[in-house]
């Protein structure tokens, strides 16, 4: 089974930042990951998917790379609006696998 | 317009058994595979199950594997988990969302406790 490492598990970041979330698989995963937005009491929301695909409606802030086994989420220029949690999920093959989740907060 | 609506949860003591179910609408069912998540209180996503889009293909994380089955009925265009031998473990918000998680259920809640 193919287990996903988020890092970092929580950060604090100011409006206007630049911040990275890592997600590393334990073996490749062929650009097959998705990345999602979960605000509290709130269903997830896709951002990413295909690694670099932007999910329509998602703001270009949101940007995503790598490939292989080592994956990256990137917010440009954090809005009030960004703070919540983020996973990472593979679906190269089943089972499938969330990361642990990055808990972005306000600094 | 693509919904998932799930339903089937409630309160249930521990070794009971459940069945979740999730009605499809806005696409043909066989379009897509299927998963059940869950996200117990306070923690993270945790995919737990997965139906290919031609339904012959049933998956499970080793966490539920055994206790749960996940099926379908294209005539309904519902997805089904039947969940047995349930734990406190078990406890969660379990939502139905299409494989590659575009779209999701709203979830329903399963609480496992005597």
């Known amino acids: 089974d193919i287990q996903m490492t988020q890092s970092p598990s929580a950060m604090s970041a100011s409006v206007g930042d630049r911040v990275s979330i890592t997600c590393r698989a334990s073996?490749?995963?062929?650009?097959?990951l998705a990345w999602f937005q979960q605000k509290p009491g709130k269903v997830p929301k896709r951002l990413m998917y295909?690694?670099?695909s932007l999910q329509s409606g998602v703001p270009s802030r949101f940007s995503g790379s790598g490939s292989g086994t080592e994956f990256t989420l990137t917010i440009s220029s954090l809005q009030p609006e960004d703070f919540a949690t983020y996973y990472c999920?593979?679906?190269?093959?089943?089972?499938?696998?969330f990361g642990q989740g990055t808990k972005l907060e306000i600094k | 317009e693509v919904q998932l609506l799930e339903s089937g949860g409630g309160l249930i003591q521990p070794g009971g058994s459940l069945r979740l179910s999730c009605i499809a609408s806005?696409?043909?069912?066989?379009?897509?595979?299927l998963s059940w998540v869950r996200q117990a209180p306070g923690k993270g996503l945790e995919w737990i199950s997965g139906?290919?889009?031609?339904?012959?293909?049933?998956y499970y994380a080793d966490a539920v594997k055994g206790r749960f089955t996940i099926s379908g009925d294209k005539s309904k265009n519902t997805l089904f988990l039947q969940m047995n031998s349930l734990r406190v473990g078990d406890t969660a918000v379990y939502y139905c969302?299409?494989?590659?998680?575009?779209?999701w259920g709203q979830g329903t809640p399963v609480t496992v406790s005597s």
């Open positions: 806005g696409f043909t069912f066989t379009d897509y595979a």
């Open positions: 295909g690694a670099s």
């Open positions: 999920l593979q679906y190269n093959g089943y089972p499938y696998s």
């Open positions: 969302a299409t494989a590659m998680g575009a779209y």
């Open positions: 073996q490749g995963i062929n650009n097959y």
């Open positions: 139906l290919s889009a031609d339904g012959r293909g049933a």
